[in-house]
């Protein structure tokens, strides 16, 4: 795994050459004979970027692999004591969460982007290429897992030793053992008191089939029995499989943009070579980009010298804006609070929605949209009931890991999110795994945050894609004053229609600014209207400097600021603030 910089991607000719097999000279050394090297030793940051030669390492001594594992059970920690093992940093207290560069990782003490880091390990007498991927634990990046994950040939799956086995953590094995990786089972915090890696261990072996001796025991936080992961990295997790002389194949699994330097591009190099200066094409666009600097993460970027989907959409309220593919509300608050932090923007957040499927019913449509099963990403596009034979909605099947004194909770907030349940596991005395499968819609805002409220903070929650299902749904239009805002345009299921578009009318009304003039805020269903609420006009007493007098003067005021009010209203426009369009997306889910 390396770093490509330029208006495309690349990587180091060197770099193409180990990850090929090429015969390469001797190991590398560092002012003694390997003979005289200890079994492990360890370098300083400092030395190793002094001494760096890239173009000595074959094939056979590189180990690409991720650290996985559900939230806060200690992946960024180990990735610290592995980073300070290798030499790859200096050794000092302040050594916390060193891959989680941003801002937002930083603030909220959690990883929200894959970090990448290239390790140097001397280990009997040879020297080891460890590229290392510390991969995010909460379940709205998961897709950042899968992602790393197709970089890399082997994973460190860590289990707290207190918590145990928690959703995200079947869920990483699952995706490991799907793309056929070696799976290095750790145990960490083994330093707590009330750790019970016995008890872990046999979770880990009924679960995974994975026997309880090839567990590692470590605590991250105290560097206790680290050293024994660097060993079974090199020793369970096999080299990447490569060859030099077919033609150029490579693998983008993350990347950046800098406004200086272009696209800065990581990439796991599978056939060919390239160098700085060559020119490459993207397999899907066709496109061809020229690599300006290559190097590698060290975790800093160091040069050398040889080696989700976007919709643009517009709106008459909000102007020029796109629709993004999030996984959940942390996502999106996360992808909000880094546009802020590191781009100074201003965004408008509006109500989400997921992609559905209408099947139409006519041959003059069908040849019309050329297929006859159309995707609906924008609710607004959503097309009537008149013109289709059935809709499809989105579903996932869900895994839920909960002590089992809130079974009983969890199975009525599922039901109520239109779930259906599949499975139901005792994994020891205490806990229960339940499986559902989800309308992705019901699961997309604030199930995760509900799950947790029920449950005290014990349960843990992960998803799967699991294909389409026929459902009664309906497009509802929020309207102000008569006129369809086109932001706040919702598709529901037919039997929550009422409910959500009274919800939503009401947080409406609380959060829109009194004007002069009335605003009416209705929830229709086609031309039905299901749900009202009116926002009352700012009041002035036209009378008040009329004492006594004829009664005609006092109707003729009356009456035009009745008249004033009704030309308002048609030509007034209603301003909607961001967080009316906050609180109205958490009020769907709630309904």
Not at 111 to 125: D, I, M, P, R, W
Not at 272 to 297: F, M, P, R, W
Not at 443 to 450: A, P, R
Request: charged share 25%.
């Amino acid at each position: 795994m390396w770093t490509l910089v330029g208006r495309g991607w690349g990587c180091a000719r060197t770099l193409a050459r180990w990850a090929t097999g090429a015969a390469l000279g001797p190991a590398p050394t560092f002012g003694a004979a390997p003979e005289s090297w200890p079994t492990c030793r360890v370098y300083s940051s400092a030395e190793f970027k002094e001494k760096l030669d890239m173009s000595r390492f074959p094939v056979e001594n590189i180990r690409n692999f991720s650290i996985v594992a559900h939230v806060d059970h200690g992946k960024s920690t180990l990735a610290d004591r592995l980073l300070e093992l290798t030499g790859t940093i200096d050794k000092t207290k302040n050594n916390k969460q060193v891959l989680d560069k941003l801002q937002v990782e930083r603030e909220r003490g959690i990883t929200v982007k894959a970090q990448t880091a290239s390790l140097f390990y001397n280990c009997e007498g040879k020297q080891y290429l460890l590229n290392l991927i510390d991969t995010p634990g909460h379940v709205d990046f998961s897709y950042e897992v899968s992602r790393s994950l197709s970089a890399c040939q082997g994973v460190l799956l860590v289990v707290d030793a207190n918590e145990g086995i928690q959703a995200q953590t079947v869920a990483n094995f699952f995706l490991a053992f799907e793309a056929q990786l070696s799976v290095i089972p750790v145990i960490n915090k083994i330093d707590l008191k009330n750790a019970d890696p016995e008890r872990v261990e046999n979770q880990i072996e009924k679960v995974f089939d994975i026997p309880s001796d090839e567990c590692i025991k470590i605590s991250a936080k105290l560097g206790t029995n680290v050293e024994s992961v660097l060993q079974a990295v090199i020793e369970r997790i096999p080299p990447p499989k490569v060859h030099r002389k077919n033609p150029l194949r490579a693998l983008v699994f993350d990347s950046t943009f800098d406004q200086y330097r272009g696209v800065i591009a990581n990439v796991a190099l599978f056939d060919g070579v390239v160098s700085k200066g060559d020119k490459i094409v993207s397999a899907h666009t066709q496109k061809t980009y020229e690599v300006n600097e290559v190097g590698v993460l060290n975790p800093n970027e160091q040069p050398t010298h040889k080696f989700v989907t976007v919709h643009r959409d517009s709106s008459l309220a909000l102007g020029a804006g796109w629709r993004l593919g999030f996984l959940g509300l942390l996502h999106m608050e996360v992808f909000n609070q880094r546009l802020e932090q590191e781009y100074n923007a201003s965004v408008i957040l509006t109500t989400p929605t997921v992609p559905y499927k209408a099947v139409l019913s006519s041959s003059k449509l069908i040849k019309e949209y050329r297929e006859k099963e159309i995707t609906i990403i924008n609710p607004a596009q959503f097309p009537d009931k008149s013109k289709v034979t059935e809709y499809l909605e989105p579903v996932v099947l869900g895994t839920i890991i909960t002590p089992d004194e809130y079974t009983g909770k969890i199975m009525m907030l599922c039901e109520a999110r239109r779930a259906v349940q599949k499975n139901m596991i005792f994994i020891d005395q205490n806990r229960v795994m339940l499986k559902y499968l989800f309308p992705l819609n019901e699961i997309v805002v604030d199930f995760y945050d509900s799950l947790k409220s029920l449950s005290s903070g014990y349960a843990s929650f992960d998803y799967e894609d699991a294909g389409y299902q026929t459902a009664e749904l309906v497009k509802m239009d929020i309207l102000l004053n008569g006129n369809t805002v086109e932001e706040l345009v919702t598709v529901v299921h037919k039997d929550k229609a009422h409910s959500i578009g009274k919800a939503i009318c009401e947080r409406l009304k609380d959060s829109l600014p009194r004007q002069l003039f009335e605003i009416a805020i209705q929830a229709a269903i086609g031309s039905k209207i299901i749900a009202r609420e009116t926002v009352k006009a700012y009041r002035k007493n036209v009378l008040a400097k009329c004492y006594g007098g004829d009664i005609t003067r006092k109707m003729k005021l009356l009456k035009r600021q009745a008249e004033g009010k009704k030309k308002l209203r048609k030509i007034g426009n209603v301003e909607v603030p961001k967080d009316a369009f906050i609180k109205v997306l958490k009020t769907r889910s709630s309904k």
